[in-house]
């Protein structure tokens, strides 16, 4: 009987969606249009998978990204071909910052009328060539199901990233016998996931011998579920772990060994500690220019060791005297072992001086805002009342922008995978189709899009998604009436000269706010919330929290002026961080 399924005759769209059902897919966020719509007949009929019908391909690719963040399988969406499929640009390049496991299936004109300017063609492999891990064109619909089962392997395996899967209108609508390959055969794609023994012993020995040893965590150790690992090692040493916006949560905020975030709007204890360190451990991170600063003064006593499954980002931007190629998890799980043989034989790190100086930090620059006059919100206190109040398990989705850095501070994470936000593109539009995507992963979690209002005006048109699919997430929109990281960037080098950054969606003057974020809400099926006043805050939340069967959005109409701190300017060293405006720590006071 098996067998006899598996050579079934049907039409290449139906061996798309057996394909699809054969890798274990349950969701697929899409647009149908002329070039994939044979592929939407057979898929009105699945019994595995559900299509969620999103209000544009962004949305569905951003969807997608949410889906794998929350599950860890790679995120599907569809689009039809032209514009259809450059619509997905912006999420797969996204996707292949973040390395997020995603494949996209497009469909694309008939092959005899690719090249000739065909309605709505355009060479989506060639466009996406530098933004995927991988893309494929099918034009033979024998080739259909081995595409599909080489695409979710890639998408998954190694460094995961989006693969993007092009096939053409008249192999959808051609018949075939359906054939699931029996072994694949991806020449050239060998990820190497075993670390090689000797790195990681010298790691080990270095870090006995280190003062100043730092753990610097990246989202590599996220994507590779190696949190547990992670924690077995900084336990076992007592070095000090930083964990970069895309590691938020890996490693717990409450742990006493987290110092915080590094980066331009890091905690001064983690930046400094890089800065002050003479041992980085690089675990999943890549030394971007956020956490860096200018490179060549990043922690320059510092070696390093640097582990990462892609060995294209060791000494990337900075040297490793110790390159460990390798899955994360596994890199750590033999670095355990290795440290523990050292301590049996008493090689063990001192840190004590090194705690006391990183302790000082703490204590000296913690993070905090000032509460502004009158009535006006601040909005660190709205999302840290959030993060308060909704707690740990649920999950925190991020836009772009100051909200998004305000929810990397002031939300205590204890949990891998509860901090979701686009850190490598920077995408504004990023976070309600990605919560959309996260509740439809993981519908039983409670799960928080924080958005700015600039950044919910790209994308809100998914709230109607939410609403007729049930998928009830909920939005604070953190309403500064402006592109507020623009605006703080035009106070402090642009001498307040605010060129088209005022939105008017709550405005200081006028009471008409265009949009008005409530009344926009219940125009999507939603219920609207307000929250001017901060007495209001906690019943707000406690009220959006009390609904369960909409989505809800709440405006929270704060501060337009108020800006993000720490910060390091741009293109300037790390050592010139400021916990506030022309405010920055006595470096040589605290050496």
Known sequence: MKDLEMTEQMTGAQSLIRSLEHVGVDTVFGIPGGAILPAYDPLYDSA?????????????????????????????????????ATNLVTPLADAHMDSVPMVAITGQVA????????????DICGITMPITKHNFLVKDVRDIPRTISE???????????????????????????????????????????????????EAARMIAEAKRPVLYVGGGVLRAGASAELRVLAELTGVPVVTTLMARGVFPDS???????????????????????DLVVALGARFDDRVTGRLDSFAPDAKVVHADIDPAEISKNRHADVPIVGDCREVLADLVVAVRADQEK??????????????????????????????????????????KLVGPEATYVAGVGQHQMWAA????????????NSGGLGTMGFSVPAALGAKAGDPDRVVWSIDGDGCFQMTNQELATCAIEGIPIKVAVVNNGNLGMVRQWQT?????????????????????????????????????????????????IEKAMSINDAPVVVDFTVSHDAMVWPMVGPGVSNDQIQYARDMAPNWEHED
């Open 409 to 420: 501070q002031f939300v205590d994470y204890e949990r891998p995978g509860a901090f979701v």
């Open 492 to 540: 402090l080098f642009y001498e307040g000269r605010y060129s088209n950054t005022d939105l008017q969606t709550s405005p200081k003057d006028e009471k008409v706010r265009i949009p008005d974020f409530v009344r926009l809400a219940e125009a999507y099926g939603c219920v609207g919330l307000r929250c001017e006043r901060p007495e209001d805050i906690d019943s707000t």
């Open 48 to 84: 595995k998978v559900r299509h969620i019908l999103m209000r544009h391909e962004q949305g569905a690719g951003h969807a997608a990204e949410g889906y794998a963040y929350a599950t860890g399988k790679p995120g599907v969406c569809m689009a039809t071909s032209g514009p259809g």
């Open 151 to 201: 695409a979710f392997h890639i998408a998954s395996t190694g460094r995961p990233g989006p693969v993007l899967v092009d096939i053409s209108k008249d192999a959808l609508q051609a018949a075939t016998e359906f054939v699931w390959p029996e072994r694949m055969d991806l020449p050239g794609y060998r990820p190497v996931t075993k670390p090689h023994g000797k790195q990681v012993r």
């Open 346 to 387: 008493g090689r063990e790190g001192d840190y004590a001086a090194w705690w006391h100086q990183l302790n000082r930090l703490r204590d000296t620059y913690p993070k905090g805002y000032e509460p502004h006059d009158g009535d006006s919100l601040a909005p660190q206190a709205v999302i840290e009342r959030l993060g």
């Open 111 to 122: 092959a005899p009328m690719i090249g000739t300017d065909a309605f709505q063609e355009a």
């Open 255 to 277: 742990h006493p060994l987290c110092v915080g975030m590094p980066g331009m709007h890091g905690d001064v204890a983690a930046v400094g500690a890089l800065q002050k360190a």
